[in-house]
């Protein structure tokens, strides 16, 4: 059992006991590693007067806290935990069972299991925790209802072959989403969640905490949030041009003319955009050690991080300069008087649009050089 600490004097006393109880009654051959982040109140002592083992943390931070304990562990089944009473750690052996059985990651799932009054704020369980486990079992493909329950089972040589790397809340995240990409087998349990047992304000922020697991998913599946919504409304912004630059389209009642020109231009250049950060989110991902290579990912870098996408950059960027000259010139012959826009803008808009795609290609295949640059 590996509980993470900073400053549970209030409680950490009663999680341990809770532990030796559940272990007492049961064929399990347990230890309890307290992985202490620089606790102040007297929690070090606590941990150790009630047979547990003190790990020392130095780096700060809930995944930092974790990956210490975990990596000291001496058994080949771990169970991790909050040190805040919170979690029903007198009932182990549902974890346990399901690791015997062959699961390489056990998620407890609050929801399931039941969270009792005042045991979570509404907006976290009527809202954050929802939608957060959706976005996690859409993107990663995983049938886990309780996305960032922090009670968890696993096979510690499992999860020390994942690599896990980042060292605050995202911990959580990173977890399952790696599971679920090195394609182990996750499983759920019920577990209840009861209000925990300290007196002040718990170290989690909803809003802050919230975002970052929700940016660090985003990280982790840059494919389906920015790349192929990037290309699909790059590809609809471009059948829009087309077919909106020779003239105006009657739709019945209705007719598009140079107005909806102008929103297949930005079509086209939020969906390139989302392509880019696509791409340089998840060669950073790679290198970080968060996602691993892939031979489609080595092609896209090879293909952008290259001078190919420089000169790519630079042509469209020239097209875009010749176009916006000759509307130029255009303007000029009526003596830089007023002009119907339903005939010059359909110069002006592809120019600008030329312009903007280069400007993204040139700096997006600069980015990615930089980024892809072999380092010791």
Not at 96 to 125: Q, S
Not at 133 to 162: K, N, P, T, Y
Not at 199 to 209: F, V
Request: proline fraction near 5%; hydrophobic fraction near 45%; include cysteine.
């Amino acid at each position: 059992m590996v509980l993470p600490c900073l400053n549970e004097a209030e409680t950490l006393a009663t999680c341990i006991d809770r532990v030796h109880g559940a272990c007492a009654n049961s064929s399990i051959d347990y230890e309890v590693v307290v992985a202490d982040n620089g606790s102040t109140d007297g929690s070090i002592d606590i941990a150790e007067e009630h047979g547990a083992r003190v790990v020392h943390v130095p780096v700060r931070g809930y995944g930092a806290a974790l990956t210490a304990g975990i990596e000291s562990a001496h058994g080949t089944l771990v169970i991790m935990a909050d040190a805040d009473d919170s979690y029903a750690l007198e009932n182990l052996q549902p974890f346990v069972d399901e690791l015997r059985n062959g699961a390489d990651v056990v998620v407890g799932n609050r929801f399931a299991g039941g969270i009792e009054p005042g045991a979570m704020p509404w907006l976290h369980r009527w809202i954050g925790n929802p939608v957060l486990s959706f976005i996690g079992r859409r993107l990663f493909r995983i049938d886990i209802g309780d996305f960032h329950c922090g009670m968890r089972g696993f096979r510690r040589q499992a999860l020390i072959d994942l690599d896990l790397s980042t060292t605050g809340m995202e911990y959580a995240t990173e977890m399952i989403a790696k599971a679920a990409l090195a394609n182990l087998d996750i499983r759920e349990v019920p577990t209840t969640l009861r209000p925990d047992g300290r007196s002040r304000q718990p170290h989690l922020r909803t809003w802050r905490d919230g975002w970052r697991h929700l940016r660090f998913m985003m990280l982790m599946s840059p494919r389906w949030l920015f790349g192929i919504p990037g290309i699909v409304l790059t590809v609809i912004g471009l059948l829009g041009m087309a077919v909106l630059l020779p003239g105006a389209v009657d739709l019945g009642p209705i007719e598009l003319d140079v107005h909806a020109l102008v929103y297949a231009h930005l079509a086209v250049i939020i969906g390139f955009q989302l392509i880019v950060v696509g791409v340089l989110m998840r060669l950073y991902a790679v290198r970080s050690g968060l996602l691993p290579p892939t031979m489609s990912g080595e092609r896209i870098q090879r293909a952008f991080g290259s001078d190919r996408g420089v000169v790519i950059g630079v042509v469209l960027i020239v097209g875009g300069v010749a176009g916006s000259v000759i509307a130029v010139a255009n303007w000029g012959s009526q003596d830089f008087g007023g002009l119907d826009p339903s005939d010059t803008m359909r110069i002006v808009i592809p120019s600008v649009t030329a312009v903007a795609v280069g400007a993204q290609a040139l700096l997006g295949s600069l980015a990615l050089g930089v980024i892809g640059l072999d380092r010791r």
